[in-house]
């Protein structure tokens, strides 16, 4: 069975950061590309980072230059740094692997204060 456990979020004031951290289980971790989300009150569910199974790293660009996402294969964990928060990042954080359709974990809630 597969799980993805998101954890890490929290309540950071503007310009603050978080690391936020998702643990997978019941898949192969390495050949999995795996991407954080978010979904904001009210918005849709959107893209945030990609890290392929190479490495490969990709950010929307309302985050570019500000967080990085990065991957321990030997934990099957993948992470998401968060720096110079804004109040704009205030969502419910999701990661997801690329092979599993359909699953997603219980999600980290990240609140930025201003």
């Known amino acids: 069975q597969v799980h993805l456990v998101e954890s890490g979020g929290g309540l950071v004031q503007a310009g603050g950061s978080l690391r936020l951290s998702c643990a997978a289980s019941?898949?192969?971790?390495?050949?999995?590309?795996m991407s954080w989300y978010r979904q904001a009150p009210g918005k849709q569910r959107e893209l945030v980072a990609v890290?392929?199974?190479?490495?490969?790293?990709n950010y929307s660009d309302s985050v570019k230059g500000r967080f990085t996402i990065s991957r321990d294969n030997a934990k099957n964990t993948v992470y998401l740094q968060m720096s110079s928060l804004k109040p704009e990042d205030t969502a419910v954080y999701y990661c997801?692997?690329?092979?599993?359709?359909?699953?997603w974990g219980q999600g980290t809630r990240v609140t930025v204060s201003s």
């Open positions: 997801k692997a690329d092979r599993v359709a359909g699953i």
């Open positions: 890290i392929t199974a190479g490495g490969t790293r």
């Open positions: 019941g898949i192969i971790f390495s050949i999995n590309t």
